[in-house]
Every structure is written in C-alpha cells, then in structure tokens.
C-alpha cells in the first residue's frame, strides 16, 4: 500500500472509533477482556504519543506510559495524541529514520503502516464494546493486514524472540496452514517459523474474504472463515499468533 492510503485508512478509522467511544466509554469491550472502551480509548492514545516520540527521539521510549497520562480523560488524551502523530507525518519523509522494534525497518514509513493496522483493529474494538455494526475494512487494508501480522509480528518475532515461543510450539512436528484472503494468499511453516507469499498444499487451509481473515487472525469477530484439514496446525499458528500480539 502507499503512504497516503495508510493515512486515509487510519483517518477513516479514526473518526469511526471516535464516533462509536463516547456514548459507550463505560461498557466492555469483549474483545479486549478487563477494558471498558475509556480503557481502549486511553490506550489507542498511548499508542499514538509512543509512536510520536519514537520519530521525534529515534527510539521508542522506555519504559512507558508516562503516569502522568492516567489522569488526563481518554477522549482528550485520543484526541491530543492523534493530532500529534499526524503532524509528525506530516513534518517527516517516509523514509526519514524512527526508532522502532522491528530491526528491518527503522523507518517513519514503518509507522504509518503499523498506526493504520493498529487503528482499524481497536476500531472494530470499540465497535464490538459499543454493540454497533462493523463498518467494513477495506480488501487492500485488510489484507495489508495480514500480511504485517504473519510476517512482521510472527514470522519476526518467532526469529527474534525464539524462547518466547518456546511453549506454543512445543513438540511441533512442523505444520503448514494456507491462509487465503480473496485474490492474496500466504503459506504458513511453523518449524522453522517462516511465511511465504502464495498458498501450496498444506495441512490446513483458513480462506475467507479479506476482512474476515483479519479478524479471524487477530481473534476480533465472529468467524467468517472456513477452515479445512488438521486442526493442530491450526491451533498451533492461533497460539504463535496469541504470543506475538501479547
């Protein structure tokens, strides 16, 4: 996806989070168990002010949140901090440096990408907390969005932070999963982890339109997949997916 797109993504899920959060800050957000959708909102805004400083400081700042952020209103804080990253794009190149936790890319660009992906999940967070329909998730973004969780968040973090994946892949033989997500497909090897583009044969095939298979992935929604073949490669990627995104 270009840089623009990312930015009329995340705008457009922007303004959707922002329209479903007040009349529902108090309620539960079933997707994000132990928040209400204040919480959600206060955390969209952390993320937002920790990306920020990350372009401004060349390092993502630890250890964080700043206390003094828990007493400012989550909307205010939501509302303060998405100002802040957007003119910090705008005062940057894509290609200008940024601390970040994934060591390829180190770059302004990398966070347009990751603030896009992390607006429209908590969207449908607070969509799911407020009891609204789901506004739908573009096929492009959607897919974009797989791609950054199988690659970037497992395939590297598996690479990365091994140990960490010590317990879901324990014992594993090495499985294969077929994610397939409209015309986009990935092939998925758990031992060792890796991602390629384009689905062979395998042990199990998870197909659905893009926007389900996001959700699905990131465990948000009702299914709207289908599933097909070994249900162990299957909880074997859903567990690795559970460690990344802890």
Known sequence: MEIQRYLECLEA???RLREVAPPALAADVPSCPGWTVADLSRHVGE???HKTLAMREGVEPDPWPPAALADE?????????????????????PQDP??????????????YRRMAQETVIHRVDAELGAGVPLAPIPPDLAADGIDELLKIFVAFGVA???SDFAEALRDSPGRTVAVRAGEASWLVNTVPFT??????????????????VLLWLWNRAPSGVTIEGDPAAV??????IAVATQ
């Open 235 to 240: 909880a074997e990627l859903r567990r690795c």
């Open 195 to 212: 991602v390629t583009d384009g689905a062979a044969a395998a042990d199990a095939t998870v197909t659905g339109d893009p926007a389900a």
């Open 73 to 93: 209103d989550p909307l205010a804080l939501l509302d303060r901090t998405h100002a802040d990253l957007l003119a910090e794009f705008a005062a940057r190149k």
């Open 47 to 49: 993320v937002y002010l």
């Open 160 to 162: 990365e932070w091994g």
């Open 13 to 15: 899920d922007f303004a």
């Open 98 to 111: 940024a601390g970040s936790w994934y060591t390829p890319d180190q770059t302004v660009g990398f966070w």
